[in-house]
């Protein structure tokens, strides 16, 4: 599986878009990139997942680069329930799961 | 559906003494997963479960066994518990074995103290 990077935190604006990048430039070509949070003390949540094209879901957006080497998880309008650790996972087998980004949204 | 629960919520133990957790899903996976995480740190997987009468292990196996009972149950016993397996336990399941689809479900976690 390969490894990801990610930032170790971040802030956002209530209602402003969260934009989380997540590097995976040993990403191999049948790898899927995932995306889960997890709110302080809760299990994590599955949010999206893509291959090549970019994704988009009630929760979120997921856009891939040409190349694969890198993502980023958009949160159209973040709220203060937003704020939590979220893990970039790339995947051929296990979840693997690294720090994350601690998102806070601020009022 | 209650999706995925875990018994207990806390637990205390003293080193060298045993226990169980237990962990049941009422959708119908296939997969069942134990993980524990530590403080500051991302999830690491223990062992899993891929389908009823199967069990591997993860990234961290010393010190723990597994027992998927059937397809709803897969607890994770210490048998004589360390501090450093002090950790909050998260236990999850996913339809899917393969990809490209492979959401995990996650309990509520059991956090676990060995003194």
């Known amino acids: 599986d390969a490894k990801t990077t990610q930032p170790p935190s971040m802030d956002c604006a209530e209602g402003r878009a969260a934009n989380l990048p997540c590097n995976h430039s040993t990403i191999s070509g049948n790898e899927y990139v995932y995306w889960y949070r997890q709110i302080h003390s809760q299990g994590p949540q599955y949010i999206i997942h893509g291959l090549k094209n970019n994704e988009t879901n009630e929760m979120a957006s997921l856009i891939i680069t040409e190349d694969r080497k890198s993502s980023t998880l958009i949160l159209p309008h973040a709220t203060l329930r937003d704020t939590a650790v979220y893990y970039c996972?790339?995947?051929?087998?296990?979840?693997?799961f690294g720090q994350g980004t601690e998102l806070s949204v601020k009022p | 559906n209650a999706g995925v629960t875990q018994t207990p919520k806390f637990q205390v133990l003293k080193t060298g003494q045993s226990m169980t957790l237990q962990c049941a899903q009422d959708m119908n996976h296939n997969s069942m997963y134990w993980y524990r995480q530590d403080p500051g740190m991302g999830l690491r997987l223990i062992y899993y479960s891929a389908s009823e009468g199967t069990t591997d292990k993860g990234e961290v196996p010393n010190g723990y066994n597994v027992s998927r009972l059937n397809k709803r149950e897969f607890s994770l016993r210490l048998e004589s518990a360390a501090p450093s397996q002090t950790s909050v336990y998260f236990c999850?399941?996913?339809?899917?074995?393969?990809?490209?689809?492979?959401?995990?479900?996650f309990g509520p976690g059991t956090r676990l103290t060995v003194l």
């Open positions: 999850a399941s996913s339809e899917a074995r393969r990809e490209p689809y492979n959401e995990q479900f």
């Open positions: 996972i790339v995947r051929g087998g296990k979840l693997i």
